[in-house]
């Protein structure tokens, strides 16, 4: 029998080694679970009581997460990117906001950041992103004489931004593990993951402003409309949509109006913009958008900036229905993914783009997508059912409460931890390794403590927690020498482009990466402002 606390050691140089020989993560936290049991309890749990006793703990820990309910969202969501990616609905909103851009310097840059943004908002898929904006936006940039390195860094650190901004499936993960709200971490993942998109597009402003070789700007296109006429254009796209929206809405709550469904009773939650109190806010809407579309815009240059801006509705669309259903109170997160999945299937009939081809080579591609997470998942949660009976999680909650270290001195070191392993394992391993150690410790700590500005309340502080995860992960997405960014990226780049040229070019974001991270712990609440 090991005490736990070589046992600890020998997992970490065990894990280590069987990454570094080629071992998948889910085979090797399977593998090291099962050592576990041999090292801590006796090899005869293998024969003698198979079924039983400790072994069985794994079983269990293994069927509870496979048969969560919201881990079906995983596999929707995966491929509600895959037929995002394949159909033409993304290169309609890159040239839709490429032509808004096309004359500011940097702006293909932006609108890269600005796509990924929207991207994340339906899906919330990594690699999907990084390689989809690699075929669009990479040749374009390097085509018009934009620094590599900038080029390289924006498509991939804004590429893994589905990590921070719902519907992400980090924090999907993070809420099954840790049995926390997932609708309240999305809500809460909002600001930092629009603060940290606002950090990548602040930078390319700044460095395309202060050394304009680094981002030229395209030859100009003399029937492209100027300044304020593209201004009021878009202006009166925004107007038609919102006519239409709204349109929709009005009409959606004369119908619940009509059946009773939106009758006020006591202990039922009001419809969501459905009730006769939001009727008159509505035709409101509706009047102003006419206005501004007939009398401040015009008909003729709103029609011209809806033609010219017709690529931002689908994926306004797709994003209403994932979203807005989340937070409407219709459905929950399981629910969205599918709804997300019929919206973009329905798109693309009708944009006649869905052939039987794209749904199937979607279906592979979630097929082994769900499979590589699905095995991790497998592993890990063997792996921690087995460390946790060995009194691992104990072991390393007094190890770390018992180095008398200040609250943020414990927050610290667990950054640092995070950050190393974000380097070599998946995000799924660490998620589900981790955090059942980790959390507790922090859940133990004084509130009063966290942070430097403002306070959080004690119910915040694992949705706090799992926002600061999201952003480590973000930063690994990055981090040599196993950044996945790098890797996706050198699969659709150019030949001449290495994968040291693209981890030189992260640099500059991980920097940012890191800011954003110290004001999630400088300023927790800033987490909370939307709970």
Not at 34 to 57: A, E, H
Not at 99 to 128: E, H, K, P, Y
Request: hydrophobic share 55%.
């Amino acid at each position: 029998m090991v005490d736990i606390g070589t046992l600890s050691m020998i997992l970490l140089l065990g894990m280590f080694a069987l990454l570094a020989i080629g071992m998948p993560l889910g085979f090797a936290s399977a593998f090291l679970a099962v050592v576990t049991l041999v090292l801590k309890f006796d090899v005869d749990i293998l024969f003698n009581t198979f079924g039983r006793g400790p072994f069985s703990v794994l079983g269990q820990a293994v069927y509870r997460q496979m048969t969560n309910y919201v881990l079906i969202s995983v596999p929707l969501f995966i491929f509600m990117a895959a037929l995002l990616e394949r159909s033409g609905i993304a290169k309609d909103m890159y040239s839709a906001l490429n032509q808004l851009l096309s004359r500011t310097r940097g702006g293909i840059a932006l609108v890269t950041s600005l796509m990924a943004v929207i991207m994340a908002a339906m899906s919330g898929i990594i690699g999907g992103e990084v390689v989809l904006l690699g075929l669009i936006a990479l040749p374009q940039m390097l085509r018009l004489g934009y620094n590599q390195n900038l080029a390289i860094g924006t498509i991939c650190a804004s590429g893994s931004l589905g990590t921070m901004i719902p519907p992400s499936i980090v924090l999907i993960f993070y809420g099954l593990v840790t049995e926390t709200s997932i609708k309240a971490l999305f809500t809460a993942s909002f600001l930092p993951g629009f603060m940290l998109a606002s950090f990548f597009m602040i930078y390319i402003l700044f460095r395309s402003l202060m050394n304009p070789e680094m981002a030229p700007l395209p030859p100009e296109d003399p029937t492209d409309p100027k300044g304020k006429e593209k201004g009021l254009m878009f202006l009166g796209f925004l107007g038609r949509l919102s006519m239409w929206i709204t349109g929709v809405l009005i009409a959606r709550n004369l119908f619940f109006t009509v059946t009773g469904d939106n009758a006020v009773t006591e202990g039922v939650e009001p419809i969501f913009l459905g009730m006769v109190s939001d009727l008159p806010y509505l035709i409101a809407a509706f009047v102003l958008s006419a206005l501004v579309v007939y009398l401040l815009v015009g008909k003729d240059r709103s029609k011209a900036g809806w033609d010219m801006s017709k690529g931002l509705v689908a994926p306004i669309i797709v994003i209403g229905v994932v979203l807005g259903s989340i937070y409407g109170g219709i459905t929950g997160i399981t629910e969205a993914a599918g709804m997300g999945v019929v919206a973009v299937f329905v798109i693309g009939l009708v944009r006649r783009e869905m052939t039987f081809d794209i749904v199937w080579d979607s279906l592979m591609r979630t097929l082994k997508s769900t499979g590589t997470i699905i095995w991790v998942t497998i592993g890990a949660a063997a792996l921690a059912a087995a460390y946790t009976l060995a009194g691992g999680p104990t072991y390393v909650a007094n190890m770390i409460v018992g180095s008398d270290l200040p609250t943020m001195g414990v927050i610290l070191v667990m950054m640092f931890i995070f950050l190393i392993m974000g380097m070599f394992m998946d995000w799924v391993g660490i998620v589900l390794l981790i955090m059942p150690v980790f959390l507790p410790i922090v859940l133990r700590l004084p509130v009063e403590e966290i942070g430097v500005l403002g306070h959080l309340e004690p119910r915040h502080v694992a949705i706090w927690f799992g926002v600061v995860f999201c952003m480590n992960m973000q930063v690994s997405f990055l981090s040599p020498p196993f950044g996945p960014a790098a890797f996706y990226l050198k699969s659709v780049a150019p030949a001449h482009i290495s994968l040291t040229d693209i981890f030189k070019g992260f640099l500059p974001f991980i920097a940012i990466q890191l800011i954003a991270l110290s004001v999630l712990l400088i300023w927790p609440p800033i987490v909370t402002l939307f709970l």
